[in-house]
Each structure stands twice: as C-alpha cells, then as structure tokens.
C-alpha cells in the first residue's frame, strides 16, 4: 500500500543552526512532491513544490531535494529561527492523476534561542 | 485576494447530533477540498468538490458528506456525530487547472468538540 513517513519525533535545534526534515514514500510515482507549514490549530501553508524531474529547488532560507530512486525528500531551512517552530507536512499527489495530495503526517520542529 | 474562510471556527456538539460546517474558497478557485485533522490520524482526505460535483472522496462513512454551490461555496455535513469526529475540519480550494499541479490553500480551520 503507499505510505508516506515522516519522522514522528520532533527535531529540536539550536537558533542558526540548519534543521532537515525527511520524507520518505513508498508505492508512489509521484510527478511532483510538496511541502506545507502548520502552526497549532491552524490550517497548513504551502511552502515549496518539486517537481519529479527536478533535483533541487530553493526560496529563501527553504532548500528541497527530490530522490526518485531513493523515495526521499529532504527539506532544509538554514539559519533556523524561534519563528521557524512549526510542523512541517510532506504531501504527494494520489496515485491516479486525482491532483489531491495526500499528506503525511508531519515532523515537529523546534528551534531553540 | 482574501483566503479561504470557515465558519464557524468552533463549535461543540454532543453525540447524535448532525452539524454543519462552511467554507468560502479563494476567488477564481473552482476546487473544494475537506480534510479531518486528529493527533492520531494526521490530515485525512474526506472529499473534493468541483463545479458541484464530488469529484474525489477519501474512505470515511456515509454520515459524512458535502455539497457544492454554484459559487464555488462549500458545505460540509456529518450525521449522528461520534465522540471520534472531534477533529480540527480544515477546508482547502484550488485552482485545479488541468494538467497542472495542485497547490491546496487551506482557512484556518473548524475545531469539533463531541461530547
């Protein structure tokens, strides 16, 4: 069946610092891949898309790999801010060319001052 | 451009009881999407709905159910509620232009109390 896993422990940092979020899929072919941010009781914000044929994409302090061989995403904000403490969402879209992604269920990150 | 609103954003209901939840998409979007959000479950896809139809539904039970306007305004309905719908209910529109990829905006959500 296709999952999408995302580490369920939070990731604490120190401010300045370069956090990196995984996610991981598998039984998917996915054409591009996304990345959301939520803040408690509070809807997800779309971040970055990455596209399948696409290696690497950049906004900002964001930084997104794409490893179709390896299944993997890897999402990097450098210089971490208190500001960034979030959970971060990884979202495919289904299988079947529906364009509903499905997300997974996201990592905790926090930032320390 | 004003962002996707719901209404209300909270609400408290015992079980039995039936609910219904709003959402008003972006502007110029034509895709309404409704998720269930649990510390358990994560974000889970209930339905989608385009120019009023249902194009899309995840795997939850029949008491669950939506409707579309012809201005893109989205209604979500869950029957005989179950002290298990306590959930944040998010609403999230489209473009859903075709071909292309499907970025979701998502309001700020509805959070369901059942008790």
């Known amino acids: 069946s296709q999952k999408i896993e995302q580490n369920s422990e939070a990731l604490n940092i120190q401010e300045g610092k370069t956090a990196t979020l995984t996610c991981n899929y598998t039984?998917?072919?996915?054409?591009?891949l996304q990345w959301y941010r939520q803040d408690p009781g509070r809807g997800p914000v779309f971040l970055l898309l990455?596209?399948?044929?696409?290696k690497e994409k950049r906004k900002e302090r964001l930084k997104v790999t794409f490893d179709t061989t390896l299944k993997q995403s890897l999402f990097h904000i450098t210089a971490s801010q208190p500001a960034d403490s979030a959970t971060y969402l990884c979202?495919?879209?289904?299988?079947?060319?529906?364009?509903?992604?499905?997300f997974g269920r996201g990592t905790s990150l926090i930032v320390h001052p | 451009k004003a962002g996707v609103t719901q209404t209300p954003r909270y609400l408290i209901k015992t079980r039995g009881q039936r609910v219904t939840l709003s959402c008003s998409p972006i502007s110029g979007h034509r895709s309404v999407s409704w998720y269930q959000q649990t510390p358990g479950q994560g974000l889970q896809f209930l339905f989608e709905?385009?120019?009023?139809?249902?194009?899309n539904k995840g795997n939850f039970p029949g008491r669950f159910s939506g409707r579309q306007f012809s201005n893109s305004r989205s209604e979500m309905n869950v029957s005989t509620l179950e002290l298990g719908d306590s959930a944040l209910y998010l609403c999230a529109s489209s473009l859903a232009k075709a071909g292309g990829t499907d970025t979701q905006y998502f309001g700020p959500g509805t959070r369901l109390t059942v008790l």
């Open positions: 979202a495919l879209e289904k299988t079947g060319g529906s364009y509903i992604p499905t």
């Open positions: 709905y385009f120019s009023e139809t249902q194009r």
């Open positions: 990455i596209r399948e044929n696409e």
């Open positions: 039984n998917y072919s996915p054409a591009y």
